[in-house]
């Protein structure tokens, strides 16, 4: 439980970090406010041609639009005659870009999710599309429509919510971020390195205290299982610890035998959740076909076998103690 949450907690997060590399821009302007996930206002488009088109270095600037649609998906309104300039442009499966105002493209994984082809009419934001394109994933949203389309339906007429930024020279980024931020001061203006490197479970809100619950939880039902375990353990060997304490067993070795028991099984268990994560994840990409995305975090594998392997002491302490505690006379006459 421990390594799939925390995986799909690292997955969204890295997916979310490759998909803003896969843009090819090396300047990302944000409105202040929200998170390094979610956009906390909207720019006015103007300052592309205004201001940021104006700046020596700068090639290209194209802006985009970003709405939510559900808890793990977005449509993305992209002005395709500057976004293409990025990077070259979507790099089509089946179908080619926009031709009406209406259309839409889908990368591979939405298709796949959604059994969608080119052609096909689909309904999101209580809107009608046609799918004009199927693009390779790894570049911004599941979805893309024309940027104009996504302003007029969700009222944001001249607004953006990003603005990716291309300049001519790797050594001059630092001084256009510099000039950027001096004219733009009230927004966010990151180099693409560093606002990748933002993609952590530190920088979202919430998302901390949700993995120290998660491991709070695993604590408490390793120790609940294995309390229940080896209580009746402990009650169904009542006469053979009777035999071994009338041959001469202390109490610290009679604790010692429980303890030990139990440490194999949490390392066990441990392995054996390791191997699961492994299989939760191809089930997640391969069976259910989730927008989720699960990682492998080889990082807590030691913790989470500590934690089991803790949960698993403290639950198996109690009834070790009963057990070293036992009357041998008693022990031998249980039935």
């Keep these: 439980m421990v390594l799939t949450l925390l995986g799909l907690s690292d ?14 821009a090396d300047i990302l302007i944000r409105p202040p406010g929200g998170n390094i996930v979610i956009s906390g206002g909207q720019m ?9 088109d104006k700046e020596p270095h700068v090639t290209v600037a194209s802006g985009t639009l970003i709405f939510g649609t559900d808890l793990f998906n977005y449509l993305t309104g992209v002005d395709l005659a500057t976004f293409s300039q990025l990077n070259g442009g979507f790099r089509f499966v089946r179908g080619g870009p926009f031709e009406h105002p209406d259309d839409v ?13 080119v052609g096909d009419t689909i309904t999101n934001t209580n809107h009608m599309w046609r799918v004009s394109g199927i693009y390779e994933p790894g570049m911004l949203a599941r979805m893309v429509v024309p940027l104009a389309t996504l302003q007029e339906l969700t009222v944001n007429t001249g607004k953006v919510s990003t603005v990716y930024v291309k300049v001519d020279k790797p050594e001059n980024i630092p001084a256009v971020i510099s000039e950027l931020s001096l004219k733009l001061n009230t927004y ?31 604590v408490a039902v390793g120790f609940l299982m294995v309390l229940s ?3 009746t353990a402990v009650l169904e060997r009542t006469r053979e610890i009777g035999v071994l304490k009338a041959l001469g067993a202390s109490p610290g070795y009679i604790l010692n035998i429980l303890l030990r028991e139990t440490a194999v099984l949490a ?20 069976v259910v076909r989730s927008a989720l995305i699960q990682a492998i975090v080889p990082r807590w594998w030691l913790p989470a076998a500590g934690i089991a392997l803790l949960g698993a002491l403290l639950g ?9 505690r036992q009357d041998a006379i008693e022990a031998l006459a249980y039935d």
């Design 11 to 24: 997955g969204m997060l890295n997916d979310q970090a490759a998909r803003a590399r896969g843009v090819g």
């Design 44 to 52: 006015i488009q103007k300052i592309i041609p205004a201001v940021i």
């Design 105 to 117: 493209m889908v990368d591979e994984v939405y298709a796949g999710q959604h059994n969608v082809h």
């Design 188 to 218: 966010k203006v990151y180099s693409m390195e560093d606002y990748t490197s933002l993609f952590s479970a530190s920088n979202i809100p919430m998302l901390t205290d949700f993995i120290w619950v998660v491991v709070g939880v695993g």
């Design 229 to 231: 375990t080896m209580y």
């Design 267 to 286: 390392i066990a268990g441990s392995i054996l959740g390791i191997l699961l994560s492994y299989a939760t994840r191809f089930l997640i990409q391969n």
């Design 316 to 324: 198996a302490l109690g009834p070790g103690l009963k057990a070293a």
